[in-house]
């Protein structure tokens, strides 16, 4: 008869439906802390991007990271698709999350949190549903 127990290795989890704003782990006594704040998205039409595209600049320019250049790159981007006639969402939501990926790495990015949430948060919701991820990047999680 074949052992039909799993390895000790493996370990998988599967999600059926929608596993949105929960924390998942694998494998024996392992413990996880995750602290999530919900965020309360504005309506898309009522957020000015350009002005919080400013305002994640200033916030991401406080974060000392080797990848500095990168980060400015990467906002650079995101800024000159939104002077589009036509902004290309998908464009832009690229560009910040290499822009927050990057900034992540940094030491003391953790400091810069509170003043990242306010306009990630706008971002995020003149973005679409598409991007509600980046929340997750600065400690937030969508309805």
Do not use: C
């Not at 949105?20 to 494998?27: D, L, P, Q």
């Not at 400091?111 to 995020?124: E, F, R, S």
């Amino acid at each position: 008869m074949a052992d039909t127990a799993p390895s000790p290795g493996a370990r998988s989890i599967h999600i059926g439906g929608n596993a949105a704003n929960n924390v998942m782990v694998t494998g024996d006594r392992n413990t996880v802390a995750a602290t999530y704040q919900q965020a309360t998205l504005p309506a898309p039409e009522r957020v000015d991007i350009r002005a919080e595209l400013a305002a994640l600049r200033e916030a991401l320019s406080q974060v000392q990271s080797p990848e500095s250049r990168k980060i400015a790159n990467a906002l650079s981007d995101a800024e000159d698709e939104v002077g589009r006639p036509q902004p290309a969402k998908a464009e832009v939501g690229q560009a910040l999350q290499r822009a927050l990926g990057y900034a992540q790495q940094a030491e003391g990015f953790t400091q810069t949190l509170d003043k990242l949430k306010t306009p990630v948060t706008n971002i995020a919701a003149w973005l679409g549903a598409n991007w509600h991820s980046l929340l997750h990047l600065v400690g937030l999680s969508s309805a």
